[in-house]
């Protein structure tokens, strides 16, 4: 595997359903982070890993749960979510001190229903 | 407040037809510029980026774009526009060597035959 890798790519789910989105970088970066993209709105920054510390939290609904056990591998729990919560999640990667961009998986499209 | 615009949502051009997008951002120094695109239900995927140095730089799949510090821009090219280039356009700033990056709300460009 190279680059960022996300699963599932597709995920329907219930209202009370748990159930968690895994993404892997295989880049040797040291931050990683959860992006929402929702129709017709700009991508939205949930959350930030830095170092595997938790950098940035941007007012993330706590049914949305992260969780980075090491610089390769960064998780979302999601739990009791709503269906306004469907949308496109993407993982990207970075490597924080150097110059660089970021790398983006290619997304876990998420139904509520 | 650091900012990127992109103030076109829509273009529409036709295949052979040059093409430019407009990126204007707000920062306090010369930040990291990137140029991303995405086709539907993917993640993003890095054009082209300019960190420093000559101010034309050149990306993937024949795109060009140019900072000019004077007018905060960072406008993104093509000669000539293949009908495999409608995509969503994302341009995105960052702060040297952390992992803050600004995305601008994205422009949608659609290629007729």
């Known amino acids: 595997e190279t680059g960022v890798t996300q699963t599932p790519r597709h995920l329907v789910m219930g209202m009370t359903n748990k159930k968690s989105l895994k993404c892997e970088q295989h880049?040797?970066?040291?931050?990683m982070y959860w992006y929402k993209q929702s129709a017709k709105k700009p991508l939205e920054l949930m959350f930030v890993y830095s170092l595997e510390e938790r950098v940035e939290n941007n007012s993330v609904p706590s049914r949305f749960s992260p969780e980075c056990p090491n610089s390769s591998h960064l998780f979302l729990h999601l739990h009791t979510l709503q269906p306004e919560d469907s949308a496109l999640y993407l993982c990207?990667?970075?490597?924080?001190?150097?110059?660089?961009?970021?790398?983006f998986g290619p997304g876990t499209r998420l139904t509520v229903t | 407040a650091q900012s990127v615009t992109q103030p076109d949502i829509h273009i529409t051009v036709s295949e052979g037809a040059s093409l430019e997008l407009r990126c204007n951002y707000s920062?306090?120094?010369?930040?990291?510029l990137f140029w991303y695109v995405q086709s539907p239900g993917q993640g993003l995927q890095l054009l082209l980026k300019y960190f420093s140095g000559d101010t034309l730089v050149q990306g993937i799949k024949g795109f060009e774009a140019e900072f000019k510090r004077s007018q905060s821009s960072f406008n993104l090219r093509k000669p000539s526009v293949h009908w495999s280039d409608a995509a969503e356009y994302f341009c995105?700033?960052?702060?040297?060597?952390?992992?803050?990056?600004?995305f601008g709300t994205g422009t949608r460009l659609k290629v007729l035959a």
């Open positions: 995105a700033v960052a702060l040297s060597g952390t992992y803050k990056y600004i």
């Open positions: 990207a990667s970075s490597q924080v001190g150097a110059a660089g961009e970021q790398y």
């Open positions: 920062y306090g120094a010369t930040p990291y």
């Open positions: 880049l040797g970066h040291n931050a």
